[in-house]
């Protein structure tokens, strides 16, 4: 597929390799937090992770190793990373929905990652359903070590989580 035709399909790509031509730092990090509270009371937390693109796996992430990584900080912090059945048994636990994206141009790597809480709430008139509580985003590149790069960049997206659900959970 040329660049062309990605951009007609995946407007984002586009968008990153845009900035990948123009800084060589990190580009953004935007948190959309809900109310911290909105954390209380979990009593643990399912690691979702949405199937790696095809850039992402040539660049050497790997599913596996990338969802190790979040389980072993979400439990480093005292979060219990659940099963998807244990999460669905569970009235008072959380979907952490973890997507990254990728694309390489020019020798540089451009990714974006999100994270974003789901859980069950209910309203006053006794509807319930899945809805998000807390999200964050960030889009960042790297000249090389695509794989380091995103490891530190999820590291600190995860410890955002951590510390609102460390204050919702004292």
């Known amino acids: 597929m040329n660049l062309s035709s990605q951009c007609r399909l995946m407007p984002w790509t586009c968008v990153m390799l845009a ?6 730092a990190p ?13 209380a009371w979990l009593s643990g937390v399912y690691l979702d992770m949405q199937p790696l693109d095809q850039s992402a796996r040539m660049g050497g ?3 596996p190793a990338i969802k190790t990584l979040g389980q072993q900080r979400l439990q480093a912090a005292g979060i219990m990373p659940l099963t998807r059945a244990e999460c669905d ?4 636990c959380g979907v952490l929905h973890l997507h990254i994206r990728t694309v ?5 790597w451009a990714y974006s990652i999100d994270l974003s809480l789901s859980q069950l709430v209910c309203s006053e008139r006794s509807w319930c359903g899945e ?6 985003h960030g889009v960042y590149l790297a000249s090389s070590g695509l794989q380091n790069n995103v490891g530190r960049q999820l590291t600190a997206l995860l410890d955002l989580f951590v ?3 460390r204050s919702a959970n004292p």
């Open 19 to 24: 900035l990948a031509t123009l800084v060589a």
């Open 27 to 39: 580009v953004s990090a935007q948190t959309v937090r809900g109310d911290p509270q909105s954390l």
């Open 61 to 63: 992430l790997q599913e």
């Open 104 to 108: 390489q141009a020019m020798g540089r």
């Open 89 to 92: 048994s569970l009235d008072d």
């Open 163 to 165: 510390d609102d659900f």
């Open 131 to 136: 809805a998000a509580t807390w999200s964050v």
